[in-house]
């Protein structure tokens, strides 16, 4: 594992040094139409769901009056948020709940529940400041530390937080809070990976860890930008460019996460599952769901509250929000279609579980996609995650050789990367996408080539692996020379309800 980390590390870094830095203006842009640049910015908004503090030099901000939030982005956002919140408890707690053994039930519940509380306190202190605001290209700085500036009470004022549209704000709280829910669910996620196993206090111990050195830093570097006030004019475009996070600068289009929530959290997950080793009776005991009704309840939950993850990535209530919404819909119908095609082709019979499976590997795939894209290809991109995630969780798995428990990896990792790079496919103008915005002075709509386009969703790709992976190994081992990893066989053998919580999820 050791020299795998090595040599991935020493390829990226040849990768990084090599190839130039992208702005996410490019002189060699295609110039748009007359009737694109008209278009408004939400047409085709950037690489991220995210923006930072709006923050126009201070000319500009004299010149005309602080911009006013739109009462229904701002009811829109709050709903999307709560939809997020749903997701993961109860959503995904059910999801998991359902796959694991009835002794580890309300283990599972118990963490993912914790988990999101856990992530939830420390975005509040930290964890927001380090993600969102000005620092370097890697990491935020410490401008919102323990929630500074969001709120004055003293004038009952807000701060702004800039949108994809000029002159376009949401409250800054607002989005915090949004953002708070994509970093919790985030860390849930991961849980899967070593579902039955694992110390409850040793992992909440590596949540706070790879929370504060994977998942900060690249929310900072995928989706930090100075916001689209900033950009008023050509000479302050480099400058403005340059105070963005690193992917950002690449130009990789990433509308709601797959490279800073499922690839980011799936390498967890799997690094987690080597280094923990395989559950007691692995391969020779029954270790099937207990309950699939639960995890169907648990996947359709998903379903619904990933409309406020993806079509709030848009910030405003408007087209981009719609898009994300519509192709959030097909794609994740397109891949339970495939999923369910796949199995009665490989053992003549579809599953529930791999129709929920699917579901889930649809979302998964279009969440850097869904704004970024056209209706067709959305619709493709679910059917080709429907079967690479089939594929991850049964061959690629016995590849690996680990005991990934839910298949965290398969479904996550390799949605996330199938979605990821055809969001580079699909996003040209040429192939029914929506472009992007090529000069954020005049929010003009142009297409990267599809060839150069693909090339920097890989690199993102590449660094979220390599980041998250030396993060995570790191992580583990720290908590195992400390407070230790895992459970007792006994413990593990009892149930995790009992040995850990004192308690089972039923009577008996």
Same mark, same amino acid.
């Given at each position: 594992?050791?020299?795998?980390?090595?040599?991935?590390?020493?390829?990226?870094?040849?990768?990084?040094?090599?190839?130039? $830095?992208?702005?996410?203006?490019?002189?060699?842009?295609?110039?748009?139409?007359?009737?694109?640049?008209?278009?408004?910015?939400?047409?085709?908004?950037?690489?991220?769901?995210?923006?930072?503090?709006?923050?126009?030099?201070?000319?500009? *901000?004299? *010149?005309?009056?602080?911009?006013?939030?739109?009462?229904?982005?701002?009811?829109?956002?709050?709903?999307? $948020?709560?939809?997020?919140?749903?997701?993961?408890?109860?959503?995904?707690?059910?999801?998991?709940?359902?796959?694991?053994?009835?002794?580890?039930?309300?283990?599972?519940?118990?963490?993912?529940?914790?988990?999101?509380?856990?992530?939830?306190?420390?975005?509040?202190?930290?964890?927001?400041?380090?993600?969102?605001?000005?620092?370097?290209?890697?990491?935020?700085?410490?401008?919102?530390?323990?929630?500074?500036?969001?709120?004055?009470?003293?004038?009952?004022?807000?701060?702004?937080?800039?949108?994809?549209?000029? @002159?376009?704000?949401?409250?800054?709280?607002?989005?915090?809070?949004?953002?708070?829910?994509?970093?919790?669910?985030?860390?849930?996620?991961?849980?899967?990976?070593?579902?039955?196993?694992?110390?409850?206090?040793?992992?909440?111990?590596?949540?706070?860890?790879?929370?504060?050195?994977?998942?900060?830093?690249?929310?900072?570097?995928?989706?930090?930008?100075?916001?689209?006030?900033?950009?008023?004019?050509?000479?302050?475009?480099?400058?403005?460019?340059?105070?963005?996070?690193?992917?950002?600068?690449?130009?990789?289009?990433?509308?709601?996460?797959?490279?800073?929530?499922?690839?980011?959290?799936?390498?967890?997950?799997?690094?987690?599952?080597?280094?923990?080793?395989?559950? $007691?009776?692995?391969?020779?005991?029954?270790?099937?769901?207990?309950?699939?009704?639960?995890?169907?309840?648990?996947?359709?939950?998903?379903?619904?509250?990933?409309?406020?993850?993806? *079509?709030?990535?848009?910030?405003?209530?408007?087209?981009?929000?719609?898009?994300?919404?519509?192709?959030?819909?097909?794609?994740?119908?397109?891949?339970?279609?495939?999923?369910?095609?796949?199995?009665?082709?490989?053992?003549?019979?579809?599953?529930?579980?791999?129709?929920?499976?699917?579901?889930?590997?649809?979302?998964?795939?279009?969440?850097?996609?869904?704004?970024?894209?056209?209706?067709? @290809?959305?619709?493709?991109?679910?059917?080709?995650?429907?079967?690479?995630?089939?594929?991850?969780?049964?061959?690629?798995?016995?590849?690996? @050789?680990?005991?990934?428990?839910?298949?965290?990896?398969?479904?996550?990792?390799?949605?996330?990367?199938?979605?990821?790079?055809?969001?580079?496919?699909?996003?040209?103008?040429?192939?029914?996408?929506?472009?992007?915005?090529?000069?954020?002075?005049?929010?003009?709509?142009?297409?990267?080539?599809?060839?150069?386009?693909?090339?920097?969703?890989?690199?993102?790709?590449?660094?979220?692996?390599?980041?998250?992976?030396?993060?995570?190994?790191?992580?583990?081992?720290?908590?195992?020379?400390?407070?230790?990893?895992?459970?007792?066989?006994?413990?593990?053998?009892?149930?995790?309800?009992?040995?850990?919580?004192?308690?089972?999820?039923?009577?008996?």
């Amino acid at each position: 594992m050791k020299k795998l980390l090595a040599s991935i590390t020493l390829g990226l870094s040849l990768l990084l040094s090599g190839t130039a $830095t992208m702005a996410q203006t490019p002189a060699a842009a295609p110039v748009a139409t007359a009737s694109e640049a008209a278009k408004p910015a939400e047409a085709a908004p950037a690489a991220a769901p995210a923006a930072a503090t709006a923050s126009a030099p201070a000319a500009a *901000a004299s *010149a005309a009056p602080a911009p006013v939030p739109n009462k229904g982005d701002v009811a829109w956002m709050i709903v999307a $948020t709560a939809f997020v919140i749903m997701m993961s408890i109860p959503g995904l707690a059910l999801f998991y709940g359902g796959l694991v053994r009835s002794k580890n039930m309300l283990s599972v519940l118990m963490q993912v529940f914790v988990t999101f509380s856990l992530i939830v306190v420390l975005w509040c202190l930290y964890g927001y400041s380090l993600a969102f605001t000005e620092g370097n290209q890697f990491i935020g700085g410490l401008d919102r530390l323990f929630m500074k500036g969001l709120f004055d009470p003293a004038k009952g004022e807000f701060a702004m937080a800039a949108t994809f549209s000029k @002159g376009v704000v949401i409250p800054e709280l607002l989005f915090m809070a949004f953002q708070a829910t994509f970093a919790a669910i985030t860390c849930c996620l991961i849980i899967g990976a070593f579902a039955e196993r694992i110390k409850f206090s040793a992992m909440l111990l590596f949540m706070a860890l790879w929370f504060t050195f994977s998942y900060t830093p690249m929310a900072h570097m995928v989706w930090y930008w100075m916001g689209p006030d900033a950009y008023t004019g050509k000479e302050v475009v480099d400058a403005m460019n340059a105070k963005a996070g690193l992917i950002w600068q690449w130009g990789a289009l990433d509308f709601a996460g797959g490279t800073v929530v499922h690839i980011n959290a799936a390498v967890a997950g799997l690094v987690g599952a080597f280094v923990l080793g395989k559950r $007691t009776g692995y391969a020779k005991e029954s270790m099937a769901p207990h309950s699939l009704t639960l995890t169907m309840v648990g996947a359709s939950l998903l379903w619904v509250g990933w409309f406020g993850f993806n *079509a709030g990535s848009a910030l405003e209530a408007n087209g981009s929000a719609v898009l994300a919404f519509m192709n959030t819909f097909s794609a994740t119908a397109a891949a339970v279609l495939a999923w369910c095609m796949g199995e009665a082709l490989m053992r003549g019979k579809a599953s529930m579980l791999g129709a929920a499976s699917g579901a889930v590997a649809g979302l998964v795939a279009i969440t850097p996609a869904c704004g970024n894209v056209g209706l067709m @290809g959305a619709i493709v991109i679910g059917f080709v995650a429907g079967f690479a995630c089939l594929w991850g969780v049964n061959g690629l798995k016995k590849m690996l @050789g680990a005991d990934d428990s839910l298949d965290v990896f398969g479904v996550h990792g390799v949605g996330g990367i199938v979605g990821a790079l055809l969001t580079g496919v699909f996003n040209s103008q040429a192939l029914g996408g929506p472009g992007l915005v090529g000069d954020w002075v005049t929010a003009a709509v142009s297409s990267v080539p599809i060839a150069d386009q693909v090339w920097i969703q890989l690199k993102a790709v590449l660094l979220t692996i390599v980041w998250s992976g030396v993060v995570s190994f790191v992580a583990y081992k720290l908590v195992d020379m400390t407070i230790g990893l895992r459970v007792s066989e006994e413990e593990e053998r009892e149930g995790l309800d009992i040995s850990s919580h004192g308690e089972t999820a039923y009577s008996r």
